[in-house]
């Protein structure tokens, strides 16, 4: 089984002076009711707190085919390479992503960024709830870093899956 490399919020507190280094709020809200299942961006929530410097990536809106096969399928490489370039993320970058609800957008994500073959990606362990938890170690809130488009070169294969070694937090192979 794969297991996701993950970081706490201490050890992101100390690195949030990267150069390199992007935090993205990955938060979508799933409900259900009589009329199935629905899902709302987490846009409004990232508004109302977030991680300093992270950039918020709408997964309903950037990151999915509406006209896949399956809800939320994977959108197109280039669709993926323009929204994450937008937010700032370029080849260089390494990402932490995070979510308000339960690790399942995060996961996600870090997920679909090894699909695309980047494997510089942590999920935060325990989310944005480990973030803002009494007694986490944090510094003061500095001005957020200014996110420059960039050009990230998300290519897939049909045969690549993520996978993880005990070397490296994360390592894509092309079967």
């Known amino acids: 089984m794969t297991s996701i490399p993950l970081i706490s919020a201490s050890d992101l507190a100390g690195r949030l002076d990267e150069p390199n280094l992007r935090i993205v709020d990955a938060t979508v809200h799933l409900s259900f009711d009589a009329d199935g299942a629905h899902?709302?961006?987490?846009?409004?929530?990232?508004?109302?707190?977030?991680?300093?410097?992270?950039?918020?990536?709408?997964?309903?809106?950037?990151?999915?085919?509406?006209?896949?096969?399956?809800?939320?399928?994977?959108?197109?490489?280039?669709?993926?390479?323009?929204?994450?370039?937008?937010?700032?993320?370029?080849?260089?970058?390494?990402?932490?992503?995070?979510?308000?609800?339960?690790?399942?957008?995060?996961?996600?994500?870090?997920?679909q960024f090894g699909l695309e073959g980047f494997d510089d990606v942590l999920v935060l362990d325990g989310g944005y709830a480990a973030w803002t938890a009494p007694g986490c170690p944090r510094r003061p809130v500095s001005p957020p870093i200014?996110?420059?488009?960039?050009?990230?070169?998300g290519v897939r294969s049909a045969s690549c899956r993520p996978t993880r070694s005990s070397r490296r937090p994360a390592t894509t192979r092309c079967c």
Do not use: C, M
Not at 146 to 153: D, G, I
């Open 39 to 111: 899902v709302e961006s987490g846009l409004e929530t990232y508004r109302q707190g977030h991680i300093p410097g992270a950039v918020f990536i709408d997964q309903i809106t950037g990151l999915t085919d509406p006209e896949g096969e399956a809800p939320f399928a994977a959108a197109a490489s280039e669709k993926f390479a323009e929204t994450v370039g937008t937010a700032g993320i370029g080849n260089d970058s390494t990402v932490v992503v995070y979510d308000t609800v339960n690790g399942i957008w995060a996961t996600r994500l870090w997920w």
């Open 146 to 153: 200014p996110q420059r488009p960039s050009h990230p070169t």
